[in-house]
């Protein structure tokens, strides 16, 4: 089974970037599963509906997010009925949406997608390790390939848990920083892991944002409003082959692409 992965889809730009480039990502990699980071396509803060539709007619099977997934108030009453637009596992319980979905493909079985959030220098959550375990084992009841998006600020408690998670699930894939590592293995156990998959849209950016503003923030510590800039754009991914018998990853593979 080979699931490619998309890093953070950053507003109009990242999402013009998924339209142009997924043909070609189908035509060389051959992907069973599709996922994406999809929490920043509005705008750069926050989902729609709207939007989210509008990925998944581009072919993304699932949409994973993190702490900007409630930005847009509106998302609400989709995430209650949209299983395939996830939200972190371990917010509060009775927060609306899911935080896991198992998906079918056309001919490699079944693959289950658990979305966390980190909480270094982030939210005080629940704790991602023991809702890591605890969701992967129900979901393994129905698939051994568990592919987790861990969306935290920290490289440790990014590394830390897909070591806690070895030989648990298929792969760790570390969301958030929008700045693509090149960290990516197979663990001893199987479980194929990168710290950051990176971002899709504004090459020409700071993490996504005109970098004037982001300067300035940093110069004046005064807030600044962000805005998504024009200009190149870049799609940053991992495409992962996983034993769809064993949910053991066989190889992951940085991508880059410009436009």
Do not use: C
């Amino acid at each position: 089974m080979k699931v490619l992965f998309i890093g953070d889809i950053i507003g109009e730009p990242g999402r013009k970037m998924v339209r142009s480039s997924m043909r070609s990502l189908v035509d060389t990699y051959r992907p069973d599963i599709i996922a994406a980071n999809g929490e920043n396509s509005a705008g750069g803060f926050g989902i729609t509906q709207e939007i989210a539709e509008e990925l998944f007619s581009l072919g993304i099977q699932v949409l994973t997010s993190g702490n900007h997934v409630w930005d847009k108030k509106e998302i609400a009453p989709y995430l209650t009925k949209q299983d395939r637009l996830l939200r972190p596992a371990n917010y509060p319980e009775g927060n609306v949406g899911f935080g896991s979905v198992v998906i079918s493909t056309a001919g490699a079985g079944k693959a289950a997608v658990l979305n966390l959030e980190g909480r270094v220098f982030m939210s005080n959550l629940e704790d991602p390790f023991r809702t890591a375990v605890r969701e992967i084992e129900k979901l393994k009841e129905q698939t051994p390939v568990v592919i987790v998006d861990f969306h935290a600020e920290a490289t440790s408690e990014k590394v830390a848990l897909a070591w806690h998670l070895d030989g648990k699930a298929s792969a760790v894939i570390g969301t958030h920083t929008h700045v693509q590592t090149a960290d990516e293995r197979v663990l001893p156990g199987g479980t194929a892991f990168i710290t950051d998959v990176g971002m899709t849209g504004p090459t020409d950016s700071v993490i996504g944002v005109k970098k004037e503003q982001a300067i300035g923030r940093f110069l004046y510590q005064t807030p600044h409003r962000f805005e998504i800039p024009k200009g190149p754009t870049h799609l940053d991914a991992v495409i992962i082959d996983i034993d769809s018998s064993t949910g053991r990853a066989k190889s992951i593979e940085r991508i880059h692409l410009t436009s």
